[in-house]
């Protein structure tokens, strides 16, 4: 069952500031502008926020509140704000009973007014808001008031909502793939299949950095948090927990998940044109190659070069050249489909693996895509670059990924000494 937020926001991209101060108002005004492309409304007493809430139809993605202002000092603008809009408040004093009022009126987080370092603090927590609208946390507990606990407190946060009163129905929306879950927080005590049980079914198919999950038990203390731990859990929480405790884990642990699928794209693609990279090719490829050999099919391999890369960057300068590769990487990306992979080989080089296409059609399909590439003009400023490019092409079925690369690369070489902007294959 999955639980939508924010259904009636007509303004998005707006962001409320309630601060009495008008050097810090402004320095917030212009750090949601210029970090995160928002648009803030600002008022400096809670008179003036109250009027425009109450006559305006304007909605707000979340807002910046000051907690103590000159005509209401006792935080009245966040029992006035907090519980229609997701709120962050400014405070100048820390405190466990300001902690404990503050958490009751459903706020998104504190951020101690000590130094204007804060600031980035609070950007960062609306960057995480707008993140979260397209972020997916399935809670599984069996009881209906223990999710509905934890719903009202992501809520909060922009995130999406799914629930699952069992393990066998956590699966069901988890193999469903029409969304993809960001985080399982899953309860201890489930009927037919308990928590732990579920992260190990969990593991079978989704890694810890895939598919981060907290354990959740108000009972078994340590014994518990160590056997989630050991069955494939990312985290643990004791119920009762503190709010603050259950954003700090939810959050660390979608955040960690994004690091390493960051770093997991940065590491397989070309930062220049985003396409795989040499090492993805070698990763990926031999399990393409493998899965046509193991289901009967053909491939073909595919050498393409850009002709006089080096004399484009002598002539027009190194930009243009880079203008020119992604240009060719762009065209490339439109005439494959995903189950063929196209890589980024070298400077103005690329490797195409074909495994959805037809044989008999592959010279006269790579003819199509090396005319419609000498026919592409490319701009850089005023100046029009022409381009040609080079094909070697390989649809012998060979014993190993690595033999067809070397004969598309041998006939990428005849290509280029041919004569250039042509193409030169090995066929069955």
């Not at 929306?173 to 005590?189: M, P, R």
């Not at 390493?260 to 070698?282: A, E, P, Q």
């Not at 595919?302 to 050249?321: P, Q």
């Not at 005439?335 to 008999?360: A, H, N, P, Q, T």
Request: hydrophobic share 40%; glycine share 6%; charged share 25%.
């Amino acid at each position: 069952m999955k639980k939508k937020i924010n259904k009636c926001l007509t303004h998005p991209n707006k962001v409320l500031i309630v601060e009495d101060s008008l050097t810090f108002s402004g320095i917030l005004k212009r750090s949601v502008s210029e970090k995160l492309d928002l648009e803030s409304e600002v008022f400096r007493c809670y008179a003036d926020a109250k009027d425009y809430l109450e006559n305006s139809q304007c909605e707000f993605f979340s807002a910046l509140l000051d907690l103590n202002l000159p005509d209401a000092p006792d935080g009245e603008i966040v029992d006035l704000v907090a519980k229609q809009i997701p709120s962050i408040v400014f405070t100048g004093e820390v405190s466990d009973d300001l902690r404990d009022r503050m958490w009751a009126k459903r706020i998104v987080d504190y951020v101690p007014k000590d130094n204007l370092g804060n600031i980035d603090h609070v950007i960062g927590l609306v960057n995480r808001l707008q993140k979260n609208i397209s972020t997916n946390v399935l809670i599984v507990d069996a009881s209906a008031t223990n999710r509905e606990l934890c719903r009202n407190l992501l809520e909060v946060w922009h995130i999406n909502i799914f629930e699952a009163k069992d393990g066998f129905e956590a699966l069901k929306i988890i193999n469903n793939g029409n969304d993809k879950i960001s985080l399982v927080i899953v309860d201890h005590d489930l009927p037919g299949m308990d928590g732990p049980t579920l992260v190990k079914e969990l593991r079978r198919n989704f890694s810890k950095a895939h598919l981060p999950i907290i354990g959740l038990s108000g009972v078994g203390g340590a014994t518990i948090s160590a056997y989630f731990l050991k069955s494939g859990a990312n985290d643990y929480i004791h119920k009762p927990f503190l709010t603050e405790e259950f954003y700090c884990r939810v959050t660390q642990n979608i955040e960690n998940s994004e690091y390493i699928s960051m770093i997991k794209h940065l590491s397989d693609h070309d930062s220049l044109t985003s396409l795989y990279n040499r090492r993805s090719l070698f990763q990926y490829g031999e399990k393409i190659f493998a899965q046509q050999r193991r289901l009967g099919t053909d491939m073909a391999v595919a050498m393409v070069d850009i002709d006089f890369l080096k004399e484009c960057n002598e002539t027009y300068g190194h930009s243009a050249g880079d203008e020119v590769v992604k240009n060719v990487a762009a065209l490339l990306t439109e005439k494959f489909s995903k189950r063929d992979f196209v890589c980024r080989y070298s400077g103005g080089e690329f490797c195409i693996l074909c495994s959805d296409i037809e044989l008999d059609d592959v010279v006269d399909f790579f003819e199509q895509i090396r005319s419609e590439i000498e026919m592409h003009a490319i701009y850089v400023g005023t100046k029009e670059v022409s381009i040609t490019v080079s094909i070697g092409l390989c649809s012998k079925q060979l014993g190993s990924l690595t033999e067809m690369i070397a004969v598309a690369d041998e006939q990428l070489y005849a290509a280029k000494k041919g004569g250039r902007n042509m193409i030169c294959y090995s066929g069955m």
